[in-house]
């Protein structure tokens, strides 16, 4: 039986043949080349076997070492795994950048799910958290805009944009012919969807429907979504809002739908993930960085079913 001290020898000799040679296993283990191979050597002389070969290709497994060789690179395979598995008992943190709507509207009601799945992992979201608060960059950047084809993005969602207003003012509208509904009805403007090609303003939407409304471009203005959708609370009028946000208040009839749900539109622009170069090699990101995905494919499959796929 090798010796328990021989650990870190086994590990170097491990390393030395599936990297191929003493000098890629000094990098992965932060030691020289000559570290290696005494490490090796040590192994070796204990044991009284010649445990290595050079080839053409590299260190190649000698005959006393390949009965052993798939165990070996098996135990450290459970060891690594053992090893990342114990570093998440540890606290982590984890630093976000996102669109304040989209934390306010989707990600917080959310996150409460991860958070008791992986307790040790802090959060510090727009300078705000349970993380305090550092310089330089963030381990993830969640903006709404154009298509983009980066490394470490991910698309998140598009949205359906439609408009929505208060219960009581749906129930108060719903006797007004569609034609003529919005006709002196306080309109809601949204800027967050003012850069989207996809035309999600009011001027577009009553062009596009046949309503009849005098002044379309007139009303209050907001560039929070979370204001906009404070105003029609309070039975201020009518918006345009992105139904991903609010799927949620939707369906626990906080929020309705003045016109038919297929009288709106899909964004042009969706809402995407830009994760760190690093995010392989760090676990708790790569956990959220899953989780996240996960989440947004349900809120995908919620539009789906309410107004159909998205458009290519």
Request: net charge neutral.
């Amino acid at each position: 039986m090798v010796a328990p001290t021989y650990l870190r020898s086994l590990q170097a000799l491990e390393l030395a043949v599936r990297k191929g040679s003493f000098v890629a296993a000094g990098e992965a283990l932060g030691i020289t080349p000559a570290a290696v191979g005494q490490r090796v050597k040590a192994l070796e002389d204990y044991l009284g076997v010649e445990l290595l070969t050079r080839g053409r290709s590299g260190l190649r497994p000698g005959p006393g070492l390949l009965p052993a060789m798939g165990h070996l690179n098996r135990a450290f395979e459970e060891l690594a795994a053992a090893a990342r598995e114990l570093e998440l008992q540890r606290g982590h943190e984890l630093h976000l950048a996102a669109a304040s709507d989209f934390v306010d509207l989707w990600l917080r009601p959310r996150l409460e799910s991860f958070r008791a799945a992986h307790p040790n992992i802090l959060f510090n979201i727009n300078g705000e958290g349970d993380a305090p608060h550092r310089l330089g960059r963030v381990d993830c950047e969640i903006s709404f805009g154009p298509p983009r084809d980066a490394p470490n993005t991910d698309l998140l969602f598009r949205d359906y944009v439609a408009p929505v207003t208060s219960p009581e003012n749906v129930a108060r509208t719903s006797v007004i012919p569609r034609e003529i509904r919005l006709e002196g009805f306080p309109l809601v403007h949204l800027d967050f969807y003012k850069d989207d090609p996809a035309g999600l303003s009011w001027p577009d939407w009553v062009a596009a429907h046949g309503v009849q409304r005098s002044g379309p471009e007139r009303g209050m203005r907001f560039r929070r979504i979370t204001a906009a959708l404070d105003a029609i609370a309070a039975d201020a009028g009518v918006t345009l809002c992105g139904l991903a946000l609010i799927g949620d208040r939707l369906d626990a009839g906080e929020i309705g739908l003045p016109y038919p749900i297929s009288n709106g539109r899909w964004s042009a622009h969706g809402f995407y993930a830009r994760f760190r170069a690093d995010v392989e090699g760090r676990r708790p990101v790569q956990r959220f960085r899953d989780w996240l995905l996960e989440e947004a494919r349900a809120t995908r499959s919620w539009l789906t079913g309410a107004v159909g796929a998205a458009p290519d």
